[in-house]
């Protein structure tokens, strides 16, 4: 089935990537110099006005005055609801979903797997200011870690989409993933293979649902009823939405790596910054560093 892609504010999105390409250089390379160029600038990176992109081969840039921050009384509306929501159809969320910001700062090491992998809830609006319709709530149930082989290899995630609530196109690099309509309404994603210079190519798309090849043309979208599924191979392009209803999806892949392998289309960065109005409900992944003091017993 082919359907059209809701209407995003794509004026926004190259604006914003305008003015970020402007404080840059030229990307960096996937290399060992580039890690250690990584690794150095995230330590930078507590100022406030110097933003990670989270994009492995994009830069540092500064923040727009076109980017909007997430109140955290919104956040902590959309988890609740997103909760209620996971509750009604059948799924279950591991104990740390519910802990409270005081509960966190009573934990020691034995829940540095928790704050190390990122588990836990993530909300993001991608600093576009219009979570209903560009955005995405995300609750990481397990995950490895890329640079360590003796963890595990595999990861698995709990999302929520709404009905033509757009998450923008993108691929990993690295990261074979399956997408699964685990209940509600339809599931539609935009499909498109990457050229070498990582742009959308013309060519067909191959695929797998359920186990069945596919092929579709480039630009054409798979629309997912629940219980349906899709690999999604590294270098592919998505972009997905709901259509009929708010739907559950699913994301069982290879293991997560939000900060070094999430390469959007137009430069967006992949975590919201936070207007603090209230406290939180539940921590995001984002805030454990804030909250997270290892206590040794």
């Not at 209407?7 to 890690?35: C, H, N, P, Y």
């Not at 699913?250 to 406290?279: C, H, K, M, Q, Y």
Request: aromatic letters at 10%; glycine letters at 6%.
């Amino acid at each position: 089935m082919i359907v059209n892609a809701p209407v995003v504010d794509a004026d926004k999105v190259a604006r914003i990537g305008r003015e970020r390409q402007a404080v840059g250089t030229a990307d960096l390379k996937r290399s060992a110099a580039f890690i250690l160029e990584y690794n150095r600038r995230k330590k930078r990176l507590d100022d406030g006005n110097l933003a990670w992109d989270h994009q492995f081969s994009q830069k540092p840039f500064l923040r727009s005055s076109s980017e909007k921050t997430m109140k955290r009384s919104e956040i902590n509306i959309i988890i609740r609801e997103a909760d209620d929501f996971i509750r009604t159809h059948g799924f279950h969320l591991p104990p740390f979903a519910h802990w409270t910001p005081n509960e966190w700062t009573t934990k020691g090491p034995e829940v540095r797997e928790i704050v190390d992998r990122k588990l836990g809830w993530d909300v993001t609006d991608f600093n576009l200011g219009d979570y209903r319709h560009t955005g995405l709530l995300l609750f990481t149930i397990r995950n490895g870690n890329l640079r360590d082989p003796e963890s595990k290899q595999y990861a698995e995630k709990i999302m929520l989409v709404d009905v033509d609530q757009v998450t923008p196109m993108h691929f990993h690099w690295h990261k074979t993933e399956d997408i699964i309509n685990r209940g509600g309404g339809q599931l539609v994603i935009q499909l498109y293979n990457s050229t070498p210079e990582e742009t959308l190519a013309d060519t067909d798309v191959t695929i797998s649902t359920d186990g069945v090849q596919r092929t579709v043309k480039a630009g054409d979208c798979v629309v997912l009823e629940p219980g349906e599924s899709i690999t999604l191979p590294a270098f592919c392009y998505h972009k997905f939405w709901g259509a009929g209803g708010k739907v559950l999806v699913g994301e069982v892949s290879a293991v997560n790596d939000d900060d070094t392998d999430n390469r959007f289309l137009e430069r967006l960065p992949r975590f919201s910054s936070i207007e603090e109005d209230v406290a939180p409900l539940y921590l995001l992944c984002t805030d454990y560093a804030k909250y997270y003091r290892p206590i040794v017993r």
